[in-house]
């Protein structure tokens, strides 16, 4: 039986694919830089915001200190970016049907803890019970570090857990857990990054069925 299923955030529960594009141009116009496309912004989204912001830098060839550049960066979420950010179609009717069901809802993300918060109430507050966004000192995924400390935190086995994602990390950090896998093809990665994965769903609400089984 699952008693948990840990989400990805960016492209699996939220599409932030405006969000993203504009506090990162915001970023770059701070420090006298013209404005990247959104594709070429977003193709370098999973992997921690620094990452982000180095593989921008590395776009416009734009050399500068990044904890100067991430601390102006995450400043700019102060301002609450979530009217930005759309809850994906149907997403919000699978997390009440699982919270119906007793199963517990939790964020697994590389963004930011500070910037994840934000977002998740902005967005989906009332259907979520935990979230865990980046943590000084905690690996970020694929790393298992932070999936066993929700395991552990809500006494659930590795067995009555999902894990559901976009792109091939998120397959990877359940395998890495010892979880199962669920990858969504409606996010930024694709059918591609995720079809590895234990189960590859279509739309939000096809998770519900995985649970009959």
Same mark, same amino acid.
């Given at each position: 039986?699952? &008693? ?87 997403? &919000? ?47 970020? &995924? ?72």
């Amino acid at each position: 039986m699952i &008693k948990l299923i840990a989400f990805d955030m960016d492209g699996t529960l939220t599409d932030t694919s405006r969000m993203i594009p504009a506090i990162v141009n915001k970023t770059l116009a701070h420090y006298g830089k013209g404005p990247l496309p959104a594709e070429r912004i977003l193709c370098h989204v999973g992997h921690g915001a620094r990452n982000l912001l180095i593989g921008v830098m590395e776009e416009c060839g734009f050399e500068a200190d990044i904890d100067e550049i991430f601390a102006y960066y995450d400043s700019l979420y102060d301002e609450d970016p979530s009217p930005l950010v759309d809850p994906y179609e149907g997403v &919000k009717e699978m997390l009440a049907a699982l919270g119906e069901k007793g199963v517990r809802r939790v964020v697994l993300s590389n963004r930011p803890h500070n910037q994840t918060l934000l977002i998740c109430k902005g967005v989906l507050g009332g259907y979520l019970d935990e979230v865990y966004g980046q943590r000084e000192g905690i690996p970020m &995924k694929p790393d298992p570090t932070a999936l066993h400390t929700i395991l552990r935190d809500n006494g659930v086995s590795e067995q009555e857990c999902l894990y559901m994602g976009d792109m091939h990390f998120d397959v990877d950090v359940a395998k890495n857990a010892g979880v199962r896998s669920v990858g969504c093809v409606w996010g930024l990665g694709g059918y591609e990054q995720v079809k590895t994965a234990d189960f590859v769903i279509q739309k939000p609400l096809e998770l519900l069925d995985i649970l009959e089984k």
